[in-house]
């Protein structure tokens, strides 16, 4: 069975501040697929990353970085030089290739990352 | 980029009404659709997955005679929820995945109260 761990219920920061993210998962495929999800106040859910089991490079997006280490089973996000609009809650998911191809990604219970002005 | 679109955004109803959600994808066509249900500062539980074409698969514990689900096209999933009741407000959002994609495109979401 497939799970994902988000420890960090809220984070507070000061704007400019960096922040980390943590996603730590488990599951049994060596092929699977892990997902970074934004949910601002709005509440629409705004796709982030997509990381394949195979390709540990970290990615850099703008102020956006992630970390991805198989030997921890962790998919970290990094914030730089934060914003008031990144006030979101901010999702991890996994999907295991051996879901038959429905790929149904298993959700973290997301952190809420709120960023003071 | 991939675009899910959701009507309404926001219903009120009665309570024993029903309600029809609609999820469209808007620049492909999307043979599975995905129904989630929300509660308040909590993660996304999966309904049931909607197949264009046949029957859809619910999650054990969603009850498929109350949580209607259709996929009349390639571009549009309906879930209807019947004989509503207050305990049936939440915020339901669809999604929807690209032709041999993995990740999912989420809709606005739809705020359902019922009184």
């Known amino acids: 069975a497939q799970k994902v761990t988000q420890a960090q219920t809220e984070i507070s920061v000061v704007e400019k501040e960096d922040v980390t993210l943590d996603c730590v998962y488990e599951t049994r495929d060596t092929t699977y697929y892990l997902f970074w999800y934004k949910q601002p106040p709005s509440g629409e859910l705004v796709f982030l990353i997509r990381?394949?089991?195979?390709?540990?490079q970290n990615e850099i997006s703008g102020r956006y970085s992630w970390n991805f280490q198989k030997s921890t089973s962790s998919f970290n996000f990094t914030i730089t030089a934060s914003q008031v609009v990144d006030s979101a809650v901010y999702f991890c998911?996994?999907?295991?290739?051996?879901?038959?191809?429905?790929?149904?990604?298993?959700f973290g219970r997301g952190t809420s990352l709120i960023v003071h002005p | 980029g991939a675009v899910v679109s959701q009507h309404p955004s926001r219903v009120i109803c009665k309570s024993g009404t029903s309600v029809k959600i609609e999820c469209r994808s808007l620049?492909?066509?999307?043979?599975?659709m995905f129904w989630y249900r929300q509660f308040p500062k909590q993660s996304l539980m999966l309904m049931a997955t909607s197949n264009e074409g046949s029957k859809a698969t619910y999650e054990q514990g969603v009850e498929k005679d109350k949580f209607l689900i259709n996929h009349a096209s390639l571009t549009l999933s309906t879930l209807t929820v019947t004989s509503a009741h207050p305990e049936d407000s939440s915020f339901y959002i669809c999604?929807?995945?690209?032709?041999?994609?993995?990740?999912?495109?989420f809709g606005p979401g739809t705020r359902l109260t019922v009184t």
């Open positions: 620049d492909f066509q999307a043979t599975t």
């Open positions: 999604s929807a995945r690209l032709p041999l994609g993995i990740e999912q495109y």
């Open positions: 990381r394949n089991s195979f390709d540990e």
């Open positions: 998911a996994l999907s295991e290739a051996s879901s038959g191809g429905s790929y149904i990604p298993t």
